[in-house]
């Protein structure tokens, strides 16, 4: 059984950062606008450039990219003309598949496609779109995180909404999204039906159980189930860890992951008997990896290939 370990955004050692623009600066800026953003969107794809290559000198082949590299382009009035930037897009993902890395996303909490509101579902499957399109730059298959989102009305209803809004969906967007239990609404195992139903991958957040379940559920019994949800894919099954930022702030995610609850969760996974990639949605970002990393070598007897943790 193989466990990769996998970090998000921007890593804290670089100095390079990803930057945006506002829609407002955008009209503002007048005739140089398009100009402007095209030179912000070159140096975040060289940023980008950047991370991958710090990945593979660290041996890094799990990572979620910053939904930042595209500003405004979920926006309908701005001309993007994304084929001038396609030599530096095919460079960085030439090397993300020279080295098998694993490229994800999960988009932020505006990206809703069970919304009561149209417009938010229409910007939501722009955002969507957005992603796809960095992937297929890329040229790699890559999985889109979402939550099931708003639970207005009742759950019932929000739950049939998400279904209805999937089904209108261009095949190459179902494709792409894999939908994960949040700490606050849904639940693992409303998670787990809906996912089920729709015929698409879940990605199990333990933190998130954690906050938010139900005395009835069991992970011994829904976590072969969640990997169930895998069968048809061509990679591992994805979870996501985290840890509490004290007692009283539960929910939000710590800057380092505590090392005796993972050894915990490895514990609760070794049943499984399977490869799994995880997630670390940790503040520390890189340096929480490294820092899990080197606990793991020097407290347990585990085997590692290039940061890799093999449990027999």
């Avoid at 998670?191 to 906050?211: G, R």
């Avoid at 169930?228 to 990679?235: C, P, V, Y």
Wanted: positive net charge; aromatic residues 10%.
């Amino acid at each position: 059984m193989k466990i990769r370990l996998g970090y998000l955004g921007t890593p804290l050692t670089l100095l390079e950062k990803f930057h945006t623009m506002t829609y407002s600066k955008y009209q503002k800026l007048g005739v140089k606008s398009e100009a402007e953003l095209d030179k912000l969107i070159l140096q975040n794809l060289k940023n980008f450039n950047k991370v991958i290559d710090y990945n593979i000198e660290n041996k890094v082949t799990f990572y979620r990219m910053t939904h930042n590299i595209l500003p405004l382009a979920t926006i309908k009035d701005i001309p993007y003309n994304y084929q001038k930037f396609k030599p530096i897009w095919k460079l960085i993902g030439q090397k993300i598949k020279k080295h098998n890395m694993r490229i994800d996303a999960h988009p932020d909490h505006f990206c809703i496609l069970n919304s009561l509101s149209q417009e938010v579902i229409e910007n939501s499957i722009r955002i969507l779109k957005m992603h796809l399109l960095m992937f297929n730059m890329l040229e790699i298959k890559g999985k889109v995180v979402l939550h099931i989102g708003s639970n207005k009305p009742t759950k019932e209803e929000a739950i049939i909404r998400f279904i209805e809004t999937f089904k209108l969906l261009p095949k190459e967007l179902k494709e792409m999204i894999i939908i994960e239990n949040d700490d606050k609404t849904f639940t693992t195992t409303e998670t787990l039906e809906l996912a089920l139903k729709l015929k698409i991958p879940m990605v199990f957040d333990y933190h998130h159980f954690l906050c938010n379940h139900e005395k009835k559920e069991n992970l011994n019994s829904l976590l072969p189930r969640i990997i169930s949800t895998w069968k048809l894919e061509e990679i591992n099954p994805k979870m996501h860890f985290s840890s509490p930022k004290n007692s009283k702030e539960k929910r939000t995610h710590h800057f380092y992951i505590d090392y005796n609850s993972f050894l915990k969760f490895l514990n609760l996974l070794s049943f499984l008997d399977t490869d799994i990639d995880i997630m670390l949605e940790s503040k520390g970002k890189d340096e929480a990896l490294f820092k899990l990393l080197r606990q793991l070598k020097h407290y347990k007897p585990f085997k590692f290939k290039q940061n890799i943790i093999i449990i027999k």
